[in-house]
């Protein structure tokens, strides 16, 4: 089992929709949550990070974090085609500034 | 555009051999960590610097090495160069203080045939 699991996809939306991506892990001592947002050929974008458990929102993204199910997710709302990139989960432990990244899910968004 | 530069943009060469990959971080970032990318193992940690000191290792081959020089800019070096090898490495620096808070260079594609 790895680490951190993310479905790959590709999950397709329509235009306006709200999307939600997921991570499951594995090693409970994970406290730092991110993600990151990847267009095709290009280096990982940091979109936000939260520290153990809770919500945190930016714009139109909220990034939710359940520590008692080891299980994070990213919520897009009104999304939009300039979305659509592949969404990289990663996770460090306290201490540790070192993350430990999922395999990432494709995203598209149509218009 | 992240502000870390990453040279040269595209790589290709031969087995058995030797290359250097440059970074330099955004203005004022001490942290400087490299990535290696494929689409087998995904993103990949591979070491970080802090002000020219090694500060943490990953899963970096003996075969490949790292400084930070003192303008802090870093290169990365892959030696016996393998197909396996061939793969995006991507170099990233973090603000003092905000570590979890990581910027991206636009990566090296490596090809090695």
């Known amino acids: 089992q790895k680490e951190v699991e993310q479905d790959p996809g590709p999950l397709s939306v329509p235009e306006g929709a709200i999307v939600s991506l997921n991570c499951t892990y594995s090693?409970?001592?994970?406290?730092?949550f991110m993600w990151y947002r990847q267009y095709s050929r290009k280096g990982p974008e940091l979109l936000m990070y939260?520290?153990?458990?809770g919500n945190k929102e930016d714009g139109r993204f909220t990034a939710q974090v359940d520590k008692s199910s080891k299980y994070i997710s990213l919520f897009i709302r009104d999304s939009q085609p300039s979305d659509s990139a592949t969404y990289l989960c990663?996770?460090?432990?306290?201490?540790?500034?070192?993350?430990?990244f999922g395999r990432g899910t494709s995203l598209i968004v149509h218009p | 555009d992240s502000g870390v530069t990453q040279t040269p943009k595209h790589l290709i060469t031969a087995t058995g051999q030797r290359v250097t990959l440059r970074c330099s971080p955004r203005s004022g970032d001490l942290s400087v960590y490299w990535y290696q990318q494929s689409l087998d193992q995904g993103l990949q940690f591979l070491i970080q610097?802090?002000?020219?000191?090694?500060?943490a290792k990953g899963n970096i081959l003996e075969r490949f090495s790292a400084q930070q020089f003192p303008d802090l800019h870093s290169e990365l070096n892959l030696s016996s160069l393998e197909l396996g090898d061939s793969a995006l490495y991507f170099c990233?620096?973090?603000?003092?203080?905000?570590?979890?808070?990581?910027?991206f260079g636009p990566g090296t594609r490596l090809t090695v045939t």
């Open positions: 990663a996770m460090s432990v306290g201490g540790s500034y070192i993350p430990t």
């Open positions: 090693n409970s001592a994970f406290q730092y």
């Open positions: 610097y802090y002000n020219g000191e090694e500060r």
């Open positions: 990233a620096s973090s603000p003092l203080g905000e570590p979890y808070e990581q910027y």
């Open positions: 939260t520290y153990s458990s």
